[in-house]
């Protein structure tokens, strides 16, 4: 969470004090404190060698530090923590009496360390003074990787953006919300600082919130991003992403499989912007290399596995075939989750969620996000704040606290969906079930090298008409007919009619939608009961 920069927000010869909670001995930390409480010494050297250090620290501030500086610390939500950093500078320079530098007069060379800050006049404020060598606001800071003493993903999901340095200044352990639509000046020339673009802060809701940005940095870790962006659900993230990065006139690829809404935008909203779009297998490679070879393709947008039938497609392979013709490439990696599958590290330039579903994990919030390199994430994120679509602070607590389980919550959810995708394709009642971990599914060997785990759904067929399918639906006890997937509790629909009963059968059987197909979304209970149920409503619409 800390900020690659931060030795520049000081000056080589400003100290300041912080505590360390933990005993990291016998963790590989790049600096351990020698005793609980220590002064520590940052020179401009230290960026040569990397400030990871700072990140497993927890700096004291004074008890009068007004927490209205960590609220506004960043506009564009990339990174808080330079808010920290520059606030222990502050309280250091003002207890040993060293003289505040005004902020009109600070202009300083990349090279030179940032200036001691100024005091407002009524000692509650702090302004950056100068660039400082930092890049403009709208162009983020780049963030520090997380410390290397939090090896997994289940640590990071529980302490990345929190435990490793936030900027809501607080000693709870949980993140506060903050609930406002907007962020003061103290006078109107730190406001011109703003504007001017030396000094960093929040401005208005709609460019973000320091609770989201906990939210953020926590997927940035999981997902091993530069950056990333929270909005208000999935499918403002998906629309936001095309909208930004395909130009008008521009030509996308996209696969047969896919979420209905997802595939209404491509084929009714985006013609009208002049983008047009070809639509192939996930599994053609030669599609997708005849695509690119008669368009200037923009964007390959996919998701991997597929909604609903759970189809993969080789992310490492199809990112170098894009990338050799100037094409971007994002996975929609909903139905993997960040825990089973890491896009960006197989070569993808972007990843999207639907964090309404696993990464939320309880039914209860709906949030989409976008992670990816700063430089296309800024991009978005500038359309964003022109479109709206921001994330309720409420929502993005929701997803901070979902996402502390979401490794223990996908663990069993694998295994669930794993155990009953074997039983189902050997009962006689079922006719064919799609799962990647199956040795049955078309892309089971590729799933098995890109993904550690095949994710919570299973979709199957029933062995009978569209009837009979209902009445097996109607006999479960455990799941709930509903939409969406990936919470605590399990969920089964019938896509037919869940998702597609506007059109006639044969409509439906163009996009593979067959009457009989269920989609079944395995929840955290135990695996014994499931299987009881499933197994019990099988023999009920068999009898009846």
């Known amino acids: 969470m800390a900020v690659s920069t931060c030795p520049k927000a000081f000056s080589s010869s400003s ?4 505590r360390s909670d933990p005993d990291f001995t016998g963790f590989p930390c790049h600096e351990k404190p020698a005793s609980a409480r220590f002064r520590m010494r940052v020179d401009p050297s230290a960026s040569a060698r990397g400030s990871h250090g700072l990140s497993s620290l927890i700096l004291r501030f ?3 530090f007004v927490r209205q500086l960590s609220t506004k610390a960043r506009r564009n939500c990339s990174n808080i923590g330079v808010a920290q950093i520059v606030a222990a500078s502050w309280s250091n320079n003002s207890s040993s009496g060293v003289p505040a530098v005004p902020a009109a007069s600070a202009a300083t060379t990349a090279a030179v360390p940032v200036a001691p800050v100024e005091e407002g006049a009524s000692g509650d404020d702090v302004v950056v003074p100068g660039n400082g060598g930092l890049p403009p606001v709208d162009e983020g800071f780049p963030a520090l990787k997380e410390s290397s003493f939090l090896s ?8 990345a953006g929190e435990r490793l340095g936030r900027g809501i200044v607080t000693d709870a352990i949980t993140t506060p919300v903050v609930n406002t639509s907007a962020y003061f000046f103290k006078k109107t020339a730190d406001l011109i600082d703003f504007k001017e673009k030396r000094a960093v802060s929040f401005e208005y809701g709609r460019y973000g919130n320091p609770t989201t940005v906990v939210a953020e940095e926590k997927i940035s870790a999981l997902e091993g991003a530069e ?3 929270i909005v208000a659900s999935g499918m403002c993230a998906s629309t936001l992403l095309f909208m ?6 521009g030509h996308i690829v996209t696969t047969t499989d896919c ?28 599609a997708l290399e005849a695509a690119l070879d008669k368009n200037k393709v923009s964007l390959f947008f996919t998701e991997s596995p597929t909604n609903p039938f759970l189809r993969c497609v080789d992310i490492e392979l199809v990112s170098k075939l894009c990338h050799s013709k100037g094409a971007l490439v994002c996975i929609d990696g909903t139905f993997a989750t960040p825990i089973n599958q890491k896009a960006l590290a197989l070569g993808a330039d972007l990843v999207v969620h639907s964090a309404t579903k696993y990464i939320g994990g309880h039914n209860d919030v709906l949030a989409g996000c976008i992670s990816g390199p700063l430089k296309l994430i800024s991009e978005i994120r500038n359309l964003h704040h022109i479109m709206g679509g921001a994330l309720n602070p409420n929502a993005a607590y929701l997803i901070i606290r979902g996402m502390k389980t979401l490794h223990l919550r996908v663990q069993q959810q694998n295994s669930t969906a794993s155990r009953m ?3 189902l394709e050997a009962h006689p009642k079922v006719a064919h079930v799609y799962y990647p971990g199956l040795k049955s599914h078309p892309e089971h060997e590729l799933a098995k090298r890109q993904m550690t785990g095949f994710g919570g759904v299973v979709s199957f067929d029933i062995d009978g008409d569209l009837h009979t399918t209902i009445k097996f639906v109607d006999a479960l006890k455990i799941p709930y007919i509903a939409p969406s997937f990936g919470g605590c509790e399990s969920i089964v629909d019938q896509p037919a009619i869940m998702s597609y009963w ?6 439906r059987l163009k996009y593979g939608i067959k009457d009989n197909l269920v989609r079944f979304s395995f929840g955290v209970e135990d695996f014994e009961d499931v299987k009881k149920d499933i197994l019990q409503a099988l023999d009920f619409y068999a009898l009846s």
């Open 15 to 18: 100290s300041f004090e912080c």
């Open 62 to 64: 004074p008890p009068n």
């Open 152 to 159: 997994s993903d289940g640590s990071l999901t529980i302490h």
């Open 227 to 229: 950056s990333t962006m």
């Open 244 to 249: 930004a990065l395909v130009p008008a006139g």
């Open 259 to 286: 979420y209905r809404k997802t595939r209404i935008f491509i084929e009714t909203i985006l013609p009208k912007m002049g983008i047009s779009a070809t639509v192939i297998d996930p599994a053609d490679v030669g």
């Open 421 to 423: 995708a074997e039983i």
């Open 502 to 507: 506007d059109l006639s059968e044969s409509e």
